[in-house]
C-alpha cells in the first residue's frame, strides 16, 4: 500500500504559475492508494475559484474523500484534502487552531484497506514551536483519535516542525517511529532547493515493510513549493 503526503501550494508552483495540471501528473506519477493534501483551495480568486477539492476527486480517481475547509478567504478558502482508493469507514475532524493564529485542523479516518483497517491522522500544524506543541498533544488526547487509537495508524502531513522535535517529545513516547528519518535524507522545502525536513510521516502499530522516500523529479519541483514524500507499507502478516 503507498500513502502520499503534498502540501499543493493551492496548485501554485515555485515559479508562481497556477497549475493545478501539474500536481495531479507529480501525484499520478507516484499511484498513491492514500493521499494527504494540504492547503487545496477552493472558491479563491488566485486558484480560478476552482473547486479543487472535487477536480483532484475526480481527476485521482479517488473512492472517497474528505475536505476540511481551516482557512476561510471571502465565500471560499483552504485547507486539507483527504483522498483514499478505498472506502473510509470511519471519518472525524477536529480543530487544532491556536489562539489567534491561522487556523489549522486535523482529519482523522479508519480506512477498508485491502489489508484491513487503518487509522489515517491528516495534519497540518502551525508555524510558531508552542503551537506545534499544543497541537501535537491536543490531537493526541483528543476523544477522536483515542476513538481508534488501537488500530495501526498513520500521521502523515505538513509539521512545520523543521528544528525535529515533536517526534522525541510526543510522538515517540506514545509509540510511534518516524518514517521520515534521518531528517538529512527527507528535506522537501523549498522545493527548488529542498533545505528543510517538515513534510513528516509516524506510524504505530502493526506496519511492516515501511519504505519512505521524497518524489524529487523536475516536475515536482515546479509544481508547489514542498516535495510530495510517498510512504510503501504493508499491514503485519499480509502481503509479500
Keep these: 500500500m503507498r500513502l502520499m503526503t503534498y502540501n499543493i501550494h493551492k496548485g501554485v508552483g515555485s515559479d508562481?504559475?497556477?497549475?493545478?495540471?501539474?500536481?495531479?501528473?507529480?501525484?499520478?506519477?507516484?499511484?498513491?492508494?492514500?493521499?494527504?493534501?494540504?492547503?487545496?483551495?477552493?472558491?479563491?480568486?488566485?486558484?480560478?475559484?476552482?473547486?479543487q477539492p472535487a477536480l483532484l476527486a475526480e481527476k485521482l480517481g479517488a473512492v472517497a474523500s474528505l475536505y476540511q475547509l481551516n482557512v476561510p478567504r471571502g465565500e471560499g478558502g483552504y485547507g486539507n484534502l483527504l483522498l483514499?482508493?478505498?472506502?473510509l469507514r470511519e471519518t472525524r475532524q477536529i480543530s487544532l487552531s491556536y489562539k489567534r493564529r491561522m487556523p489549522r485542523g486535523a482529519?482523522?479516518?479508519?480506512?477498508?484497506?485491502?489489508?484491513?483497517?487503518?487509522?489515517?491522522?491528516?495534519?497540518?500544524?502551525?508555524?510558531?514551536?508552542?503551537?506545534?506543541?499544543?497541537?501535537?498533544?491536543?490531537?493526541?488526547?483528543?476523544?477522536?483519535?483515542?476513538?481508534?487509537?488501537?488500530?495501526?495508524?498513520?500521521i502523515a502531513g505538513d509539521s512545520n516542525d523543521w528544528r525535529n522535535t515533536l517526534s522525541k517529545r510526543y510522538l515517540i513516547p506514545h509509540g510511534f517511529r518516524q518514517a521520515t528519518a534521518p531528517t538529512r535524507r527527507y528535506r522537501t522545502f523549498p522545493a527548488f532547493l529542498p533545505l528543510a525536513s517538515i513534510d513528516k510521516i509516524f506510524y504505530r502499530g502493526a506496519l511492516v515493510g515501511v519504505e519512505t522516500r521524497?518524489?524529487?523529479?523536475?516536475?515536482?519541483?515546479?509544481?508547489?513549493?514542498?516535495?510530495?514524500?510517498?510512504?510503501?507499507?504493508?499491514?503485519?502478516?499480509?502481503?509479500?
Design 16 to 51: 508562481r504559475r497556477y497549475r493545478l495540471e501539474r500536481v495531479i501528473a507529480v501525484i499520478k506519477a507516484e499511484a498513491p492508494d492514500l493521499i494527504c493534501l494540504q492547503e487545496v483551495d477552493r472558491n479563491v480568486r488566485r486558484s480560478r475559484r476552482d473547486d
Design 84 to 87: 483514499s482508493r478505498w472506502p
Design 107 to 154: 482529519q482523522l479516518a479508519v480506512v477498508d484497506a485491502p489489508e484491513g483497517p487503518l487509522h489515517l491522522v491528516h495534519i497540518h500544524f502551525g508555524l510558531s514551536s508552542r503551537e506545534r506543541r499544543w497541537q501535537v498533544a491536543q490531537l493526541l488526547e483528543s476523544p477522536e483519535f483515542q476513538a481508534a487509537a488501537q488500530l495501526p495508524t498513520l
Design 214 to 240: 521524497v518524489v524529487r523529479g523536475r516536475l515536482a519541483r515546479r509544481a508547489s513549493d514542498h516535495l510530495p514524500v510517498v510512504c510503501d507499507f504493508h499491514l503485519q502478516g499480509i502481503g509479500p
